[in-house]
């Protein structure tokens, strides 16, 4: 700058590219190549300004060996921005791996429902209940694929799986057995013991 030189003018006569210069200027030790070429871009330098190279060269030496230690110290900080950058593509395997978990989990259910035992509730009535009424209403729910069978006899099921079966009764002690069958043949069975008496 005192000698109103400016860095195209520097450039020229060096044969060094003006990025350099700006980075030397700058200290920025990351944009110039080798260490070795840098030492030989300052001692062109310094000889063009009619300077000490030597001594410019002991000045080079201690500020890169102080930025090289703040390097250690401090790890460049990582831009997660770039790290962690979501695209098109990103979503499009999420969708599809998230596509195939949900298959996987219904044809695990499917397979669970068909090997295990099919589901069977029964809403009433009540095991040992005493009634005075000769016919009594059976009422329960199993899955909607099932079929189910009231003293082997066949109970129609509405579209959510429910059932009501009405059954005539004999005197004194009636076993109903009310049985749920999936496709592949596999049973759950529940009793029921009803006492019929009719009242005087």
Partial sequence: MKKEISLNDVARETKIRKPYLVALEKDDYQSLPSIATI???????????????????????????????????????????????????KTLIVVVALFIIVFLTYLAYQYHGLLGKPSLEIYSPVDNQQV????????????PDNSVTINDSLAQLNDQGEFSYRLRLVSGENKIVVEAINRLGRKTRQTRTIYFGKGD
């Fill in 39 to 89: 030492k030989g871009f300052i001692r062109n330098y310094t000889q063009f300004l009619s300077l000490e190279p030597e001594r410019v060269l002991a000045v080079f030496k201690r500020d890169y060996r102080r930025t090289q230690e703040q390097k250690s110290v401090f790890p460049p900080r990582v831009d997660l921005n770039k790290q962690f950058k979501w695209t098109p593509k």
């Fill in 132 to 143: 005075n009424e000769e016919q009594i209403m059976i009422k329960g729910k199993t899955n």
